[in-house]
C-alpha cells in the first residue's frame, strides 16, 4: 500500500466514526436510553483513557506490559487533592505536569 | 465562578495549549517513523484524533494495512461522543462535516463538564478550535525539529495531559453513580490494556462501566 493512500485511508476510517455518530437520527437520541447510554459512554471513555494514560508501562527488561505506579499516579493525586480544594483547571493541569516531571528529576 | 473549571473560553484555550504540546511529540515521531513533513501535517489536519494518529504512526511503514486498521479501532469512541453531542450542537450540512471532525476526546471531555446547554455549545466550538489550531502548528513544529526535540515526559507533559481529561470528567464523578461508571473505567480498562494493543482496551473497559451504571440504575427504579 501506497503510504499516502494508508494515510487517506485512515483518516477517512476515523472520520467515519465521528461523522456516523452525529448522522444518528433525532428521534433516536430523544430516547432516555439512548441518553443515558450516550452520557455514561462519555464519562466511561474519558476515565478509562485516563486511567490507561496513568497506569499503564512496559516491563523494560521484557516489553510486557503491565500495571505502574509512578510519577504519573502521583500527579494524578495532586491533581485530585486540587480538585477538592476547587483550584483553577490551568492551576491544576500545570500542578500535575510540574509534579511529574519534579519527581523524574528526583529519581 | 459556577463551575470550579472557570470560564469556559480559558479552559477551551488551556486544553488547546495542554493537547498542543503533545502534538510537538507526534510531529516528531512521525518523521522519526519515516513519514515526511506533509504526510505528518496531513494526519494532523486529516486524522485529527491524536490517538489513532499515535496508534498509525507506531505500526507505520512495517505495516501500513494495519496502521490504518489501528488508527480505525483507535478511533471508534469518537463515535461514541458524537452520540452525546450531536444533541447539543445541532448542526446541519457543512456545519456538520466540521462538527464531525472536531469530536475528539477534548471536546468531549469540556463540554460534559459544563451544565447548561449554551455553555455545552459553547465549550465544543471553541475548544474544537482550540486545539485544532495548537495540535496542528506542534505538529509542525515537531516535525521540523524532529528528533532534537527531547522527551515531552521529561517536562510532565504527559501527566498533564491525563490530570486535564481527569479534571474535566470531575463534575460528573461527583455522584455516586459516575463514580462508580468512572472506577470501573479505569479498572477495566488498565487491566484490558495488559493483554490487548491500544485502542480496545479503552473501549472494553467503558463498556463494561456502562453495564455496571445501567445495573445502579436499575436498582434505583425498582
Known amino acids: 500500500m501506497n503510504s499516502w493512500v494508508a494515510i487517506i485511508a485512515a483518516s477517512a476510517a476515523v472520520f467515519s466514526w465521528k461523522y456516523l455518530g452525529h448522522l444518528v437520527p433525532r428521534k433516536f437520541l430523544e430516547s432516555k436510553f439512548l441518553q443515558k447510554l450516550a452520557g455514561f459512554l462519555t464519562i466511561a471513555l474519558l476515565a478509562g483513557l485516563v486511567g490507561v494514560q496513568t497506569f499503564s508501562g512496559k516491563n523494560p527488561s521484557t516489553g510486557a506490559h503491565e500495571v505502574v505506579f509512578d510519577a504519573r499516579f502521583l500527579a494524578l493525586i495532586v491533581a485530585m487533592v486540587l480538585l477538592k480544594l476547587r483550584f483553577p483547571f490551568l492551576v491544576i493541569v500545570v500542578a500535575a505536569a510540574a509534579t511529574a516531571a519534579l519527581l523524574r528529576l528526583a529519581f | 465562578m459556577t463551575n470550579s473549571a472557570g470560564k469556559v473560553s480559558n479552559v477551551a484555550l488551556s486544553v488547546g495549549i495542554a493537547t498542543g504540546v503533545y502534538g510537538i511529540s507526534f510531529g516528531a515521531l512521525s518523521v522519526t517513523a519515516g513519514f515526511d513533513i506533509w504526510q505528518t501535517i496531513a494526519l494532523s489536519v486529516l486524522m485529527f484524533s491524536g490517538g489513532s494518529q499515535f496508534a498509525f504512526v507506531a505500526v507505520g511503514f512495517s505495516d501500513l494495512a494495519t496502521a490504518v486498521t489501528s488508527a480505525w479501532l483507535v478511533g471508534v469512541r469518537n463515535g461514541f461522543y458524537a452520540l452525546s453531542l450531536a444533541p447539543i450542537i445541532e448542526t446541519k450540512g457543512i456545519r456538520k462535516i ?125
Do not use: Y
Not at chain 2, 465544543?124 to 516535525?143: K, M, P, R, Y
Open chain 2, 98 to 222: 466540521f462538527a464531525a471532525q472536531l469530536t475528539i476526546d477534548e471536546t468531549a471531555a469540556v463540554s460534559t463538564s459544563r451544565h447548561t446547554l449554551e455553555e455545552q455549545r459553547k465549550g465544543f466550538w471553541l475548544t474544537g478550535i482550540s486545539v485544532f489550531v495548537f495540535w496542528n502548528l506542534a505538529t509542525v513544529i515537531g516535525a521540523l525539529l524532529g528528533q532534537q526535540i527531547g522527551d515531552p515526559e521529561t517536562f510532565g507533559l504527559d501527566a498533564a495531559a491525563a490530570a486535564a481529561l481527569f479534571a474535566l470528567v470531575w463534575p460528573r464523578i461527583q455522584k455516586s453513580a459516575g463514580a462508580i461508571i468512572a472506577s470501573t473505567a479505569i479498572i477495566a480498562s488498565v487491566l484490558f490494556s495488559l493483554v490487548l494493543p491500544s485502542g480496545p482496551p479503552v473501549l472494553l473497559g467503558a463498556l463494561c462501566a456502562v453495564v455496571v451504571g445501567f445495573m445502579l440504575n436499575r436498582g434505583k427504579h425498582e
